[in-house]
């Protein structure tokens, strides 16, 4: 991979591309998630075509090849940072840091504070990736509250009078 990441907001027509890159890239898992968390986390594009009308989602492209992709949800106090995935063949190359400053604008464009996601305690690339991206780690989750693979929350506060504030505590 040689060329410029670009990050564009997709459509119900990206929606095959983005089930395969999520299915793709959370392959590797297979053995560490639940059946219910993998399916879960790699939904079918019909289940992708209803997520628009909860959020954007994007896509990330290189040398015009989808590599990578993220949706928000927004909620009340937070932009809900879920199903974000790199294939293999592309991490290590600022794709997964491209997809999360694209989330970050689109915070600071329409007035929100703080990110927040949910990870695995097995996604180390991911959870050192939030890590250099200024997340820090929140409350603890257990198995019974997300599909029998128990994990961690992870937040980033955007304006510093917000750090403060316990969320996730």
Known sequence: ?????????ASPADAEII???????FSEFDGDYTP???????P????????????PIWIARVDGEAVGTVSVV???DWLYIRSMAVLPTAQGHG????????????????????????TTHFSAD????????????GRETTAEEWCG?????????LKADVSSKAFGS
């Open 36 to 42: 219910e968390a993998l399916e879960y986390v790699t």
């Open 149 to 157: 693979t128990p994990g961690f929350e992870m937040w980033k506060y």
């Open 19 to 25: 089930a395969e890159i999520l299915s793709t890239a």
């Open 95 to 118: 794709v997964g840091g491209a997809l999360l400053n694209a989330i970050e604008k689109y915070a600071v464009e329409t007035g929100v504070e703080t990110l927040f996601l949910y």
């Open 1 to 9: 991979m040689s060329g410029k990441v670009e990050i564009k907001v």
């Open 74 to 76: 927004p909620e009340p």
């Open 44 to 55: 079918r594009a019909e289940e992708i075509r209803s997520r628009f009308e909860e959020g």
């Open 126 to 137: 991911a959870i050192r990736l939030y890590e250099r991206q200024g997340f820090i780690r």
